[in-house]
């Protein structure tokens, strides 16, 4: 079955603590992207990769660092992470940055 | 820059009630249009897209036309059902930009 995993799906942790969220992708997407979604104001793109080792900053990428070492996999690093990187964050990949993206079900995020 | 504006939510039905969701943009060149859907617990999944002028997407009882003279991009559903209740998120992906650009999303509750 085609899709997007991530995990882990909730994590609670405390300020300062380095985390990382996988997300894997099985249908060979080259284009891979991370997501932060708050209320009201809908999905903002924090980093995105056209391929591996290729990566660039969306919209809101301070505090935050991928890699992209495998053409599968995605990790997003909270090397210290502050509350308000309390958030729900997707990744999402695709055959190309133009294509339809397939997102996966979600990380909910807290930090104290 | 380019940008995506929806109708404020909530918006709350009740079953075979006809569903309007208000989606209009700004966007350089000729963006291409589409509406996601997130179900309660889940990422998004696409519900349909337009890629040019008068075009119309159609999905599972959804339409939308691409309307370039007014940019704008409604959602609509003749008879909604209660399974339809979820968050609605309108987006465009221009030529010159990297990324999906997201509304804010809409969310639908349809009653019994």
């Known amino acids: 079955e085609a899709q997007v995993t991530q995990n882990p799906r909730y994590l609670i942790t405390v300020t300062g603590k380095k985390l990382t969220v996988t997300c894997s992708q099985n249908?060979?997407?080259?284009?891979m992207s991370w997501y932060r979604q708050d209320p009201g104001l809908g999905l903002r793109q924090i980093y995105y990769?056209?391929?591996?080792?290729?990566?660039d900053k969306g919209d809101v990428p301070e505090g935050y660092k991928v890699s992209r070492k495998e053409k599968r996999n995605f990790p997003l690093i909270l090397e210290s992470p502050s509350p308000n990187q309390t958030s729900l964050y997707f990744c999402?990949?695709?055959?190309?940055?133009?294509?339809?993206?397939?997102f996966g079900p979600g990380t909910r995020l807290l930090v104290l | 820059g380019n940008s995506v504006t929806q109708m404020e939510g909530p918006v709350t039905l009740s079953e075979e009630a006809f569903l309007t969701i208000n989606c209009t943009y700004t966007?350089?060149?000729?963006?291409?249009l589409f509406w996601y859907v997130q179900y309660p617990g889940e990422g998004l999944q696409l519900l349909l897209k337009a890629t040019k002028a008068d075009d119309k997407g159609s999905n599972k009882g959804f339409e939308a036309t691409y309307r370039k003279e007014t940019t704008s991009f409604h959602l609509e559903k003749g008879s909604v059902q209660v399974s339809d209740s979820a968050v609605y998120f309108c987006?465009?992906?221009?030529?010159?930009?990297?990324?999906?650009?997201f509304g804010s999303g809409t969310q639908l509750t349809v009653l019994p």
């Open positions: 990769s056209m391929n591996v080792e290729v990566t």
């Open positions: 987006a465009l992906f221009s030529g010159s930009a990297r990324q999906l650009t």
């Open positions: 249908m060979n997407h080259e284009y």
């Open positions: 966007a350089t060149g000729y963006p291409s």
């Open positions: 999402a990949s695709s055959r190309t940055r133009q294509e339809t993206q397939y």
